[in-house]
């Protein structure tokens, strides 16, 4: 299987000549099966260079799995040109919404009004469908299995676990470990430990010795100490996770958007070495053959 990153920036595009090595696009990577299958995770703006390049290999299925319906993963959508053909089908792959039961299909849905977009939904050409789906419910699409994990963030938010062709690789959408703020030595403090290490072993199960783990790494450890709760990881936190779960390979995505990239290698290069597995900044365009 082969993985391509089309956008790696998290919150909020960055285009200008501070990002130009990683790039400035919102989430988006493209995974394409030994057959062909081809698996598009998340829609942020970096999905309008993966369709772009997809021309000569269409009608064809597109399966776009959503990770969590936050502006930066969806906000690309409309610009996924081969909607607009006939004859290919797309299929969009989400979680209900807790709030209000919606399904997937509030991804596009809330973007096709004609006060945010010139075309309602009734008038893309392509077959589309939604197909709303289930935390550990696995499901086929051609070759690949493709699991889903509820992981913390503050909406429902899935991590897909991708197996295909003897490899697997898992891409966390957005992602803060749980932490523990109620007093110590207070059931309350036992309760929420027990459910923290619950989740906690789940996921290490779950990307135990996987091939390729993306990842969320969003600050640094001092900047995260003011913003407990906004939904991210860091660098640290998620190389604790690989490290736990002996992952093969681990890349650090939904870089930070106030970040350049000299700032992101500077952070990079004072990390703290591991033999154990090899780490990378995700940039646009990089691609992992596996
Ligand atoms: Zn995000
Ligand atoms: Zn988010």
Request: glycine fraction near 8%; include cysteine.
């Amino acid at each position: 299987m082969k993985v391509k990153f089309w956008g790696v920036r998290g919150s909020i595009p960055t285009p200008g000549p501070e990002t130009t090595r990683y790039g400035g696009n919102t989430t988006c990577l493209q995974v394409v099966t030994d057959n062909g299958d081809l698996i598009i995770l998340d829609a942020g703006t970096g999905i309008h260079a993966l369709a772009r390049q997809l021309p000569g290999k269409l009608p064809g299925t597109a399966h776009i799995l959503i990770t969590h319906t936050h502006w930066d993963h969806i906000h690309g959508l409309p610009f996924f040109t081969p909607l607009f053909v006939q004859g290919n089908q797309i299929k969009i792959y989400g979680g209900r919404d807790i709030d209000t039961g919606e399904g997937i299909e509030r991804a596009l849905n809330v973007q096709l009004q004609y006060c945010y977009f010139p075309i309602i939904e009734s008038e893309l050409k392509a077959d589309l469908e939604y197909v709303t789906i289930l935390a550990k419910k696995s499901f086929q699409i051609g070759s690949a299995t493709i699991t889903p994990y509820l992981l913390n963030h503050p909406v429902i938010n899935f991590g897909y676990k991708i197996d295909c062709d003897g490899k697997s690789i898992f891409f966390t959408g957005d992602y803060e470990p749980l932490t523990n703020h109620h007093s110590p030595n207070t059931v309350e403090f036992a309760n929420h430990q027990q459910m923290i290490e619950s989740n906690l072993n789940e996921l290490v199960q779950a990307i135990t010795n996987i091939d390729a783990l993306i990842i969320d790494a969003s600050y640094t450890q001092e900047e995260y100490s003011s913003k407990h709760g906004w939904g991210h990881g860091t660098h640290s936190s998620s190389m604790e996770l690989a490290e736990k779960a002996g992952v093969k390979q681990l890349f650090f995505t939904h870089h930070e958007p106030t970040r350049s990239d000299t700032e992101l290698e500077e952070i990079f290069k004072n990390l703290k070495k591991n033999s154990d597995f090899e780490h990378y900044l995700a940039y646009e365009g990089l691609e992992i053959l596996l």
